[in-house]
């Protein structure tokens, strides 16, 4: 994507990502189940908008646009037309141009990329959502649900959980290229909890995950059906089941100056890249490369490499997604990236921190929220907010790489602290 104008992140909000093993989270052997129930997506909706604007300064009268990233809100909660759920957030926003994109979990890098196309085409102030309630259905039936952003008159047979089914697929085929192993495998999950537990908005904040759990099988069960691929997958290489929000804001130059910031308030956007891939055919098991095709346009875009980026939210469904993330990115030659795993290049005190509030594995996945909740997380770090899970060193370049499907959608971006 050409940047013909400066845009910049000033901030926004997140709520916390719940769902079963979170403690707020009310489910049948909660205290108070039957008493009072858990927020909606109107909630989510609302709060992340309200919180973005608050935190920011931004009066809901300035914006010029804003955009909703949601996959299934018809699915899990029967409601469509969420652009109207926005402006139903704020009064300020009644009448202004707004509206839902879709693109599976990268729904929220898409709504991220068409706020950064309205600044492009003369847009000041654009806000960003994203939102998804998830646990309202069974897990068997919400993996149904799920199995949409697959091909699903093609793929939905595979398992009764679809899209665990695939990433086993990619495990299987990364063990049989590379000899990945389950032990291996456990190094990430463990990443992702840790750094979870050191931050108070993740779905996993309570929960611990010892390599011993992650590698065995004792209350981690290997839970597909289908017997190609059983062996391959467990419940902690899987992200969360979760329901939040997130919504910021993104605006140019003169939006600056509206607003009565500077640009050591912000982060520049200093490339973008979308691609797609074909829904109706199998990829490469060990490559991702609808991810590498947005990263390649990023890159030329910024006039940057791999090597310049010191900090990287990724996309990250299941464990194995992040070690062909960091392929596809270029951080790692392929078969690779588990080796930087072990030698902690990838943790907090590591090279280049990977995920550092716990991924979408360890944070959670309200699917329409990631991609907006990874350009918030590179702004916090980048700004010292992180608390507890803060890098130390000081990050000048970040990256986002947030995926749809089976990496049929990916949006990745590259951001500069100011």
């Known amino acids: 994507m050409s940047l013909n104008r400066r845009a910049f992140v000033i901030g926004g909000h997140i709520s916390p990502f719940i769902g079963k093993n979170h403690p707020d989270f009310v489910w049948k052997r909660h205290p108070d189940f039957g008493k009072r129930d858990n927020p909606g997506l109107e909630d989510y909706i609302t709060g ?3 919180g973005a604007l608050d935190a920011t300064g931004t009066p809901a009268a300035a914006v010029d646009k804003a955009w909703i990233g949601n996959f299934v809100g018809e699915l899990f909660s029967s409601q469509g037309h969420l652009g109207a759920a926005v402006a139903g957030a704020h009064p300020g926003l009644v009448n202004k141009p707004i509206m839902r994109v879709e693109g599976a979990c990268a729904s929220g890098g898409l709504a991220f990329s068409s706020a950064l196309d309205a600044i492009a085409a003369g847009a000041d102030v654009t806000l960003v959502v994203g939102a998804e309630v998830q646990t309202t259905a069974s897990a068997r039936t919400g993996g149904d649900y799920l199995a949409r952003a697959s091909h699903y008159s093609r793929q939905r047979s595979i398992d009764d959980f679809t899209f665990p ?9 990364y063990h049989e290229a590379h000899g ?3 032990s291996d495998l456990a190094h990430v999950s463990v990443k992702a909890y840790t750094n979870a537990n050191k931050n108070p908005l993740a779905h996993m904040k309570a929960i611990e995950m010892t390599h011993e759990r992650a590698a065995g099988e004792a209350g981690n069960p290997k839970f597909l059906t289908n017997p190609d691929v059983r062996d391959f997958l467990k419940v902690s290489d899987c992200s969360q089941v979760s329901d939040g929000g997130a919504a910021l804001v993104l605006v140019s130059e003169a939006g600056l100056a509206k607003l009565g910031k500077t640009e050591s308030d912000a982060i520049e956007v200093l490339g973008l890249g979308h691609a797609t891939g074909n829904l109706f055919v199998d990829g490469d098991p060990l490559t991702m490369g609808t991810t590498t095709a947005a990263a390649e346009r990023a890159y030329a875009t910024a006039g940057l490499s791999a090597a310049d980026v010191q900090l990287a939210e990724v996309h990250d469904c299941f464990t194995i997604t992040e070690l062909l993330m960091m392929e596809a990115l270029g951080f790692a030659a392929p078969g690779e990236s588990m080796a930087q795993f072990k030698d902690g290049r990838t943790a907090l005190t590591g090279e280049l921190p990977i995920n ?8 959670g996945h309200p699917v329409g929220a990631t991609g907006v909740k990874q350009v918030l997380e590179l702004y916090r770090q980048m700004k010292g907010q992180c608390g507890d899970y803060q890098i130390a060193k000081s990050i000048e370049i970040g990256m986002t790489a947030n995926m749809g499907g089976d990496d ?6 590259l951001f500069a602290n100011r």
């Open 48 to 50: 992340a908008v309200q």
């Open 165 to 173: 089914a695939l990433f086993a697929r990619r495990i299987k085929a």
């Open 180 to 182: 990945l192993t389950e």
């Open 356 to 363: 550092t509030g716990g991924g979408l594995v360890g944070f």
């Open 408 to 413: 049929k959608t990916a949006v990745v971006g």
